[in-house]
């Protein structure tokens, strides 16, 4: 059972419907490849089959005698015409396909393939064949020939790796150690909506249809890759059926097929398939960690280190980094920290879901679990024991901090008073249970954004930003928070999101987007309503004529006094105002004076959770019920329960649904989800859905969700701490632990399986 939207609370706004809900649910919303488009080309494309060589050539004589095949884009073609990419910021990898015949990780794109129809270019694509000069690949881990590099020393996201007191004294002291390694596969994002890219050239300015979650940030990218003014380029994308991250970064795909449809003269639509995906977009990258910890037999922790280790491709460093949560999330009286890169033939990974958080709070949470069991203390408690005030490296308090909050109503809630601590000893016939808990943990970001609103003498609210709508509901917060300021109805505001024509705003990521679109939205909204309001008591003929306006409220449609009301539609036309728009930029504390400038140049600067002189988090804790068949080792999840504290929730329904969803994912992280590797060739061998496990409706059934109140006026105007990315953090260590309290098998790797078990 998941019950439906909770009643709000202190600080929790009302759980308004999706003002975009019913567009999706009868099919009207125009997701990217949806777009009517006249004279539509087809692009297919063609990918490597092998993971590291040269491209000797490519025989395309077959595939342009295919009926209704228009041409075939290879190298001959793009090279020189598209610059090569830069790595960082918006852009997902330096690897740049077609620009040289290095192939540098499976699945490389070698070929495009355009027709009159999808069909034609598909069968072209087929018959596209490629004589290789094939090297030896190292695929993970332990494979021969793979470089390693400091994290620090490479990475632009991790400049330093966090530390505090002297590690090795106090665990060489310490009454109770332990020790042990943690394994997080990789993993692929598969939206149900397929990557995609439509180029509409009009003379020389291009139009690309595309999902994304940072069109300010890719029409720039878009405008180098192109070498064109960036006033030349506009990316447009309303609506997104699933990102998780993997929208946000731009990919070389985009480039190619807008260069392949100017020189065609017509609009290309290229959709990429599924196994496709799993090779020309970012994932998860794989990544091992190692965590020592020692403590005093009341619980203390002294010594805490978390070295990591994570695959990344050969040029690119990306770093996932996640010790800066991890050494922050307990009061620790010294902290040893380190996370080196592992150079692979692999592309390039990316952000996915809680990016630094899912492995590595999973490492911390199952270390945490295991040294509770062995100091024969209650899981809770000791977290309670550790909860901080502070930080421990630098000593910065917490803005607030409702950890020990969430763990208690969490745990009344999922009846952990009756767990048994002594594997084993819980059972329903052949099912064993298990009970287990974790902490989640998701930092405070916000970033700088603009916004243009205007109230019109209908009575009506016009919201614009280039902000996205991928599925977390900020379209319906954006609305209340317009309506809640202007004193009109949500169904009277109209907001229009995701092109680069809006006033920019900053990336769908890092759960930043409602605490910075609320933000620029208040600050607009609030000058709207201080002009007009400045206008009802200035004028000599209306009924709030020497009033100060203080005194004066906006609600349902009136501005009313103690004294009087006027409808707002009256209150304009008294004016002599026909409407009445702001536009506005928002600047967080912490951000330049040049915020928003920077995001019309496509920089973001992205205000940290862990920056400044408090530290800003939102905090969860999630309880696990796990049955497994004693013959079988069949596992089943019956009950998660989650209670999440994250400042100001805006819309509790569009809140819960978030949680709701992360939830689910960390169970399909704990049990289902690995990308499986050949690892002599260095190839996906699970690319689709078939065979990448994802839940279903049947492995979930009883989920509960609680919104803990919490009020934090200290991390931005609106209040809000985000938790698009706090639902999943913590799940798969309460997984864990609740298997370990099943059976008594500690399992370390993910995914947790049958194979797990019976070994």
């Known amino acids: 059972m998941i019950e439906a939207a909770p009643t709000p609370k202190e600080n929790m706004g009302e759980p308004v419907v999706r003002v975009d809900g019913r567009l999706k649910v009868t099919g009207k919303a125009r997701y990217p490849a949806d777009i009517p488009v006249s004279n539509l080309a087809y692009g297919v494309l063609v990918t490597s089959t092998i993971a590291r060589g040269t491209l000797k050539s490519l025989e395309t004589d077959m595939a342009r005698k295919v009926p209704g095949v228009i041409d075939v884009i290879t190298q001959a073609d793009v090279k020189g015409k598209v610059a090569r990419p830069k790595f960082g910021g918006s852009t997902a990898t330096s690897i740049a396909p077609l620009q040289d015949s290095t192939i540098q990780h499976d699945g490389e794109i070698i070929a495009v393939v355009v027709g009159e129809t999808f069909e034609a270019a598909r069968e072209g694509a087929m018959l596209v064949k490629a004589d290789y000069l094939k090297q030896e690949p190292s695929t993970t881990f332990g494979s021969a020939g793979v470089e390693t590099v400091a994290a620090k020393d490479v990475s632009e996201r991790h400049k330093e790796d966090p530390k505090v007191g002297d590690f090795d004294r106090n665990f060489a002291v310490a009454e109770v150690k332990i020790d042990a390694e943690y394994l997080m596969p990789t993993q692929h994002h598969n939206p149900i909506e397929l990557f995609s890219t439509t180029a509409i050239w009009n003379g020389e300015e291009v139009v690309i249809h595309e999902p994304s979650q940072n069109v300010s940030g890719w029409k720039i990218e878009i405008a180098k890759e192109l070498m064109i003014d960036p006033d030349h380029v506009r990316v447009?994308?309303?609506?997104?059926?699933?990102a998780f991250g993997s929208k946000g970064p731009i990919t070389p795909r985009t480039a190619i097929i807008a260069y392949a449809a100017k020189k065609l003269g017509r609009p290309i639509r290229c959709v990429v398939s599924r196994m496709q995906a799993f090779t020309t977009q970012t994932y998860r990258a794989e990544t091992r960690h190692h965590i020592a910890m020692g403590a005093t037999k009341d619980g203390k922790i002294t010594a805490f280190k978390h070295e990591a280790w994570e695959v990344t491709s050969r040029p690119d460093p990306y770093a996932v980094a996640g010790t800066e949560a991890t050494a922050s999330m307990y009061d620790y009286a010294s902290v040893l920290t380190k996370v080196s890169l592992v150079k692979a033939d692999r592309p390039t990974p990316g952000y996915m879901r809680s990016p630094p958080e899912t492995p590595y709070i999973y490492a911390l949470e199952n270390a945490m679990d295991e040294m509770a069991v062995a100091l024969g203390l209650d899981p809770v408690e000791f977290r309670r024991i550790n909860d901080a005030k502070a930080e421990p490296i630098k000593k910065r308090p917490f803005t607030s901090r409702s950890l020990v909050q969430c763990f208690d109503e969490a745990a009344k809630e999922f009846g952990w008073s009756a767990r048994k601590p002594e594997p084993g000893s819980m059972s329903d016939g052949d099912w064993l249970i298990g009970m287990g808990c974790a902490s989640a943990v998701y930092?405070?970001?916000?970033?700088?954004?603009?916004?243009?609103?205007?109230?019109?003498?209908?009575?009506?609210?016009r919201v614009q930003t280039a902000s996205h709508e991928i599925g977390t509901g900020v379209r319906t917060v954006a609305a209340q928070t317009a309506a809640e300021i202007l004193g009109v109805p949500v169904e009277n505001v109209d907001v229009e999101m995701g092109d680069t024509s809006l006033p920019p705003a900053p990336v769908a990521g890092g759960s930043n987007s409602t605490a910075s679109v609320c933000s620029a939205v208040m600050k607009a909204c609030e000058a709207i309503r201080s002009k007009l309001l400045h206008a009802a008591v200035t004028a000599n003929d209306g009924p709030f004529a020497g009033q100060a306006t203080t005194g004066l409220t906006m609600h349902d449609g009136k501005i009313v006094s103690a004294t009087a009301s006027e409808d707002i539609i009256d209150a304009l036309q008294r004016s002599g105002e026909g409407a009445i728009e702001q536009y506005s930029e928002f600047l967080p504390d912490g951000a330049s004076p040049q915020g928003v400038a920077n995001l019309y140049k496509g920089k973001l600067e992205m205000v940290a959770g862990g920056s400044g002189e408090k530290v800003k988090y939102s905090?969860?804790?999630?309880?696990?019920?796990?049955?497994?068949h004693r013959r079988t080792r069949e596992i089943r999840v019956p009950r998660i329960v989650g209670a999440f504290a994250a400042g100001r929730i805006m819309n509790t329904r569009t809140a819960r649904s978030q949680l709701m969803g992360g939830m689910i994912w960390g169970i399909s992280s704990a049990l289902h989800e690995a990308t499986e590797f050949d690892r002599r060739e260095a190839r996906v061998v699970n690319r689709d859905l078939q065979d990448y496990l994802v839940p279903v409706n049947a492995d979930v059934k009883d989920l509960k969700v609680i919104l803990v109140p919490e009020v934090d006026d200290?991390?931005?105007?609106?209040?809000?701490?985000?938790?698009?990315?706090?639902?999943?953090?913590g799940t798969a260590a309460a997984i864990a632990s609740a298997v370990y309290n099943a059976t008594g098998k500690r399992i370390r790797e993910l995914p947790i399986r049958i194979e797990s078990l019976i070994t």
């Open 619 to 628: 905090f969860g804790a999630e309880f696990v019920e796990v049955r497994i």
């Open 714 to 729: 200290e991390v931005n105007p609106a209040g809000v701490k985000g938790l698009g990315e706090l639902g999943n953090v």
């Open 236 to 242: 447009v994308s309303p609506f997104i059926g699933g």
């Open 443 to 461: 930092p405070t970001n916000v970033a700088p954004c603009a916004v243009r609103v205007r109230l019109t003498g209908d009575g009506r609210v």
